[in-house]
Nanobody
Framework: QVQLVESGGGPAQAGGFLRLSCVVR????????LAWFRQAAGKEREGVAA????????FYRDSVEGRFIISQDKAKNTVYLHMNDLRPEDTAIYYC??????????????????WGQGTQVTVSS
């Protein structure tokens, strides 16, 4: 069974930086994608960034392209989301997700079977 444990959320100022971490436990050798999603109050959960564990190919939603970077440390079974130039609209609960499926797009929620508990990111102006 795959377990995902996030950390690193918290408050930040606009223009600031945060790094989220997600430790992946169990079944890592059969995961095709690792990703970060977010859900703001009253909105749908949306894909932010994704990475292929096998080859480091990455995917980003347009609004974070150039500001956020997803990366992984395979030795630590950890995936990171480096968030630069934060904006108030980045405020949300951020979730780590893992997929053992090749169906659906990299940032589509339906693709992911495993989810972390979420970590709150709050950006003030």
């Amino acid at each position: 069974q795959v377990q995902l444990v996030e950390s690193g959320g918290g408050p930040a100022q606009a223009g600031g930086f945060l790094r989220l971490s997600c430790v992946v436990r169990g079944g890592t050798n059969r995961l095709y994608y690792l990703a970060w999603f977010r859900q703001a109050a009253g909105k749908e959960r949306e894909g932010v960034a994704a990475i292929l564990p096998s080859g480091n190919r990455t995917f980003y939603r347009d609004s974070v392209e150039g500001r956020f970077i997803i990366s992984q440390d395979k030795a630590k079974n950890t995936v990171y989301l480096h968030m630069n130039d934060l904006r108030p609209e980045d405020t949300a609960i951020y979730y780590c997700a893992a997929a053992d499926s090749t169906y659906y797009g990299a940032l589509q929620r339906e693709k992911y079977s495993y989810w972390g508990q979420g970590t709150q990111v709050t950006v003030s102006s």
